[in-house]
């Protein structure tokens, strides 16, 4: 399972968030299965990639960027809260709920 880092905060100057969002595009098109009828997305029950989460939020269209390509994705993802965890990661988080979420006892939060 391959490991991504969403360690920075989501504002739009830096790039940070589309290019996280990029990387992850790459891995589920990198799971597209080609046959002569066509290509499809392989059915998987299990999480793709480990998201590991130490990030203070930024702004409300980052997060909301995030929000819609995890809630359109075809597949699961497994976070992993390990640092801080505030602002919109927490409200990214609450409004996706996901399936598969471990919560470190390090991780620190400012509501």
Do not use: H, W
């Amino acid at each position: 399972m391959k490991n991504f880092y969403l360690d920075f905060n989501m504002n739009k100057e830096d790039g940070k968030t589309a290019q996280f969002i990029g990387e992850l595009e790459e891995l589920e098109e990198s799971l597209l299965v080609s046959t002569e009828e066509g290509n499809y997305y392989p059915i998987v029950e299990e999480p793709i990639a480990n998201i590991f989460v130490d990030s203070t939020g930024g702004e409300n269209r980052m997060a909301a960027m995030l929000y819609e390509f995890f809630k359109n994705s075809k597949y699961q993802y497994q976070f992993t809260i390990i640092g801080n965890f505030s602002s919109n990661a927490i409200l990214l988080l609450l409004a996706l709920n996901p399936k598969y979420i471990k919560i470190m006892r390090q991780c620190m939060s400012i509501i």
